[in-house]
């Protein structure tokens, strides 16, 4: 599976940016479809994932995103959006779409205090 990634860029403290990620391939709507990030000197992380868990969607967020960032995902289209708000110059990462084993290529998020 092949993850386009978009979205990022360098904005202020308590701004807003949205990341998406098309997933081109057949992939499981029971399955994450996520981001992480990373930054310098640090391990990759999980942000947030999204997957269909029987009747209702199962979401998972890391406890220093909870509240500000919001993970939605278009089953039909294989596509999942990371609207992420209220930004902390913390938040400042490479962000991969992340399926299974597939990797996006990355996209900057820089966030100024």
């Known amino acids: 599976v092949q993850l386009q990634a978009s979205g990022g860029g360098l904005v202020q403290a308590g701004a807003s940016l949205r990341l998406s990620c098309a997933a081109l391939g057949s992939i499981y709507a029971n399955r994450p479809l996520g981001w992480y990030r990373q930054s310098p000197g640090n391990e990759r992380e999980l942000v947030a994932h999204?997957?269909?868990?029987?009747?209702?969607?199962?979401?998972m967020y890391a406890d220093s995103v909870k509240g500000r960032f919001t993970i939605s995902r278009d089953y039909a289209r294989n596509t999942v959006t990371l609207q992420m708000d209220s930004l902390k110059p913390e938040d400042t990462a490479v962000y991969y779409c992340k399926y299974e084993t597939s990797w996006g290529q990355g996209t900057q998020v820089t966030v100024s205090s």
């Open positions: 999204r997957y269909r868990s029987g009747v209702r969607d199962t979401t």
